[in-house]
């Protein structure tokens, strides 16, 4: 198996992602293929004491930024790494591709390059909260700001099968994200969607409320791009404020701050255990209060 | 200016209640009319140190339930603390009402006494997120699944004279919830709200995303009632996520546990400093974690 690595997404590329896949095959003995200006790579494997040679390095002579409109920037830059480790995929050289890049510009190349399976309507975004040990898939989380009730039915089978096979997950637990639990609860589009998800194929187990993104009630929970966005953006604005707050009370007194020194390891080992199995912009979000709060 | 006080409403009632009541003439000089059973109301008036005839009692004989359905326990229960407290603000002798009870129920009834404001199609339900000092604004979180722009529009308006009026806001900043910040993001709906907003006489600040209800972006955050219901109930359930997740590590080890004594101090000077002010489920929420966890 070989995974397509986008070298030039995120912050501190190449660099960081190089160092990922070192590590990746190191501890994993997982191969990728990196994907971004092949001089670029070549120097960082360098400069991290790995031999180029070693490595499958794919050309792309341009990169897609974190600001670009992702539906332009995809048809325009051909040549960017996004595109070209799409292409990978396309022709069956790579299982897979991983970017921490422009999430819009890896979906609009996906869908231009790859197409959607048949039947489903439209892409959606999906994130890991990190609240189980195997986590819970929440989509859509973004693709989608208007939708319509078969699209989230779609959603719901996606989801269903991606936590099966990916995340490992027997008989997974799908729910609709709502505003009660009962059954007649909701807008007219969650009411819908719940008679819906009765006969799709899934193991349907009816309504949980925002709180239960971060409970142990659903292993899937399905539900618009737009309340998913902004579930995933309250969770990190949370996380801000009660670091914040935390921080602000920890640091008030001379014996406060001594305690908080002897607490930084064990703050970290929170983040180590909750990163294990989980990578999402929840918990991105987490972390990053964490780490600059406490680091 | 007196406040009708349900006395009956929320976990504790009446005791909490009356010795909240207690609190409110002693430190700030609040009058509050007590509703509920008479003779409940006096013994526990009593049982604080307090002269029953030193207080205005108003008798009700019924009180409606957390989990009843509102509206139909407030057409059948008239004789309710929250129907005969409403009464109260309707002829002029309260000049407001204060339940921490079945908040549908006081919607409900609310609605049937006093009626609406012209001009206003729905009611909107508030809630306070304690970010800035002052708190921020956020409505609807929940009385209406599926909205009108115009509704909308009337939130923002409501919203921007409560930010003034009771929160002391001097032209306070609305913002839209969105799903982006650019003035074209956003569903169709938010599109169309986003529009309208920029002449609807308030001080229209553009779109925020949802972390921004815990930034200090704007006072009055403009949301409908399924997306807020949302946002509100996933803070309540990303505050719970850390605290367990940071009282495993914290309680991990011996040290662990002495410094964790220490900072319980710390922690509620966090709440007590967060609580001055600003009072809302998501507080309720943080507080309550915190409280469960530390205290």
């Known amino acids: 198996v070989l995974i397509a690595l986008d070298a030039m997404g995120g912050d501190h590329a190449p660099s960081e992602i190089v160092a990922g896949a070192i590590l990746a095959r190191k ?44 539906a332009q920037a995809v048809r325009t830059k051909r040549d960017s790494s996004i595109n070209v480790a799409m292409e990978l995929v396309k022709r069956g050289v ?33 994130t890991i909260a990190p609240y189980t040990e195997r986590g819970i898939l929440v989509l859509d989380v973004g693709a989608n700001a208007d939708v319509k009730p078969s699209y989230m039915v779609q959603f719901a089978q996606m989801g ?13 637990r799908v729910a609709l994200l709502n505003i009660g639990s009962e059954d007649t609860k909701g807008s007219e589009l969650a009411q819908d969607v719940f008679k819906r998800l009765s006969h799709a194929g899934v193991n349907f187990v009816g309504n949980v409320e925002g709180g239960d993104v971060h409970r ?21 604005g949370t996380a801000d404020f009660i670091f914040r707050e935390l921080r602000k009370s920890l640091t008030s007194k ?24 989980a990578q999402s912009g929840m918990l991105d979000s987490i972390r990053g209060a964490l780490g600059r709060k406490t680091g």
Chains 1, 2 share one sequence.
Not at 35 to 50: D, F, T, W, Y
Request: glycine share 10%; charged share 20%.
């Open 94 to 126: 790579a299982s897979a591709f991983v970017s921490a890049g422009n999430t819009g510009a890896v979906m609009a190349s996906a869908l231009m390059t790859l197409g959607r399976i048949p039947g489903i309507e439209r892409p959606a975004l999906g």
């Open 254 to 277: 001379l014996h406060y701050k001594l305690a908080a020194l002897v607490h930084a390891r064990a703050i970290k080992n929170t983040l180590l255990r909750a990163n294990d199995g």
């Open 216 to 236: 142990d009630r659903a292993d899937v929970i399905v539900t618009d791009g737009f309340t998913g966005n902004v579930a995933v953006k309250v969770t990190e």
């Open 27 to 70: 501890e994993r003995g997982v191969e990728s293929a990196l994907v971004g200006p092949a001089s670029l790579i070549e120097k960082e494997l360098a400069r991290h004491g790995e031999t180029p040679a070693d490595w499958q390095i794919i050309h792309a002579a341009s990169a897609i930024g974190m600001d670009e409109h992702p």
């Open 160 to 172: 269903s099968i991606y936590a099966e096979r990916v995340m490992g997950i027997r008989n997974p």
